[in-house]
């Protein structure tokens, strides 16, 4: 399917965007870790976590689901070995937190998934997975699918080569079940949702500062107890509706019930520092995070020079703050992100590719890239390839709703991957896409 946005009138109103994927897939996997009748609310359904929901129901757990977004999760304390190969679609997150869930207990199991998945590296999880003892082989270049026996795992230390929650998250699991002290260093921290989670589920971990960076140690052998979670929405979806608002004339908005965790809230400082108005009001604590409303208003934008160190709290919202540079007066630079090109896709070629076809001047860099504004709306009216990458095609939308002329997006049903029902999302605010 493809969707066309075109330049409407402001975006008004109050909604709650979807609930946070990252969350929402933890929940369902320490819940069937757990050792009991767990309660999962407020779930994302979209096609990421259900591939989730399956895997670890193949793995042994029981899932029920009781109502819209809410499922009961009964957990066994343990994994068992799944009959068939477990396909986790379009799920980076899914994959790599199955790998260290799996590798604790003494099963086989086969993971694969979708083109794009079966692209992206996994040897930055294997690796220290197999140093813990799991047996691995995997596809040519460390790629899916990969087999994996794992149990009779024992602890290590291990400093992150790159910043990424869901190789910090795999060790974690695996730590679980490891025999001594699993410790990992993070040069760059990264969101934490893991360890948080894990404590709601009843399991110790040690975290603090140190001279090579953020520690964190978990024991093994801890049996997780039953918890009721509840997702929050999902910073990196309201930021589609958050830019949508700043760059089309007239825009208020607020967003409620959003996931603040400051290791997930980059692109809002980056959005102030441009000169956005961006507020937050209602803040308040819910299992285990903060969460408030967002309130936003059209604003007129400035470039900047994006913090590198920055990158770990924005990695997934550099396509859309590339957008909102397109709409600001002068460069906004954007660096140190050369992990966006092994996501869903190579995320600074796509981007360069799209805006530029709207008539928006971009540099390529190897681990980065450069936009260059006048503060004016871009032409727009083209049509963008987004090789069935999400983010890719609700950014590249988000520009149509203000450029001068309509943007079409060539493949808009992976967008439910992560926001479900986007455009009508977006139509209640007053946006014009179809
Ligand atoms: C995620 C971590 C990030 C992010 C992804 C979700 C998570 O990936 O891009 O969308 O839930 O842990 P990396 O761990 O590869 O940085």
Same mark, same amino acid.
């Given at each position: 399917m493809q969707l066309e946005a075109r330049p409407a009138g402001p975006l008004t109103g109050v909604a709650r965007p979807p609930s946070d994927k990252s969350i929402s897939h933890r929940a369902l996997l320490l819940a069937a870790m757990a050792d009991g009748v767990s309660q999962a609310d407020q779930i994302l359904e979209g096609a990421d976590v259900l591939a989730t929901a399956a895997a670890v129901r193949a793995l042994g757990a029981d899932l029920d689901r009781t109502g819209e977004d809410c499922w009961r999760i009964r957990g066994r304390g343990r994994l068992a070995a799944p009959r068939d190969d477990i396909d986790c679609g379009n799920a980076g997150t899914g994959v790599r937190l199955l790998m260290g869930a799996i590798a604790g207990y003494p099963i086989r199991a086969t993971l694969t998934g979708d083109a794009s998945l079966r692209r992206r590296p996994m040897r930055r999880v294997l690796d220290p997975l197999m140093q813990m003892g799991v047996r691995a082989v995997c596809a040519d270049g460390g790629r899916l699918p990969a087999t994996l026996d794992g149990g009779g795992l024992s602890a290590i230390a291990y400093t992150l080569p790159v910043a990424s929650a869901?190789?910090?998250?795999?060790?974690?699991?695996?730590?679980?079940?490891?025999?001594g002290l699993t410790e990992i260093i993070e040069p760059e921290r990264t969101r934490d949702h893991t360890e948080r989670m894990l404590q709601g589920f009843g399991a110790r971990l040690e975290g603090g500062e140190t001279p090579a960076g953020w520690r964190i140690a978990i024991a093994g052998g801890q049996r997780l107890s039953p918890a009721h979670i509840r997702a929050p929405a999902d910073p990196s979806s309201a930021a589609f509706p958050i830019v949508a608002a700043l760059i089309t004339p007239g825009s208020?908005?607020?967003?409620?019930?959003?996931?603040?965790? /400051?290791?997930?809230?980059?692109?809002?400082?980056? %959005?102030?520092?441009?000169? !956005?108005?961006?507020?937050? =009001?209602?803040e308040r604590a819910e299992t285990g995070e903060t969460?408030?409303?967002?309130?936003?208003?059209?604003?007129?934008?400035?470039?900047?020079?994006?913090?590198?160190?920055?990158? /770990?709290?924005?990695?997934?919202?550099?396509?859309? %703050?590339?957008?909102?540079? !397109?709409?600001?007066?002068? =460069?906004t630079i954007m660096r140190g992100v050369g992990e966006m090109r092994v996501k869903e896709s190579d995320r600074i070629a796509l981007m360069t590719q799209g805006l530029r076809a709207c008539g928006v001047a971009v540099e390529e860099e190897a681990d980065g890239f450069i936009v260059t504004a006048d503060g004016t709306p871009p032409p727009g009216g083209a049509r963008v390839a987004t090789t069935g990458d999400h983010r890719i095609a609700m950014a590249h939308l988000v520009l149509g709703l203000a450029a001068r002329a309509p943007v079409k997006v060539d493949e808009a049903d992976m967008i439910d991957t992560s926001f479900p029902a986007f455009a009508a999302f977006m139509r209640r605010l007053g946006a014009d896409i179809s």
């Open positions: 869901q190789v910090k998250s795999a060790i974690l699991l695996a730590g679980l079940n490891a025999e208020h908005i607020r967003l409620t019930g959003v996931l603040l965790n /400051p290791l997930r809230t980059g692109l809002f400082e980056t %959005l102030r520092d441009m000169g !956005a108005d961006l507020r937050i =009001e209602n969460i408030g409303d967002v309130i936003v208003s059209h604003s007129p934008l400035r470039g900047v020079v994006v913090p590198p160190e920055r990158a /770990p709290s924005m990695i997934d919202e550099y396509p859309i %703050l590339a957008v909102a540079a !397109a709409f600001a007066s002068g =460069e």
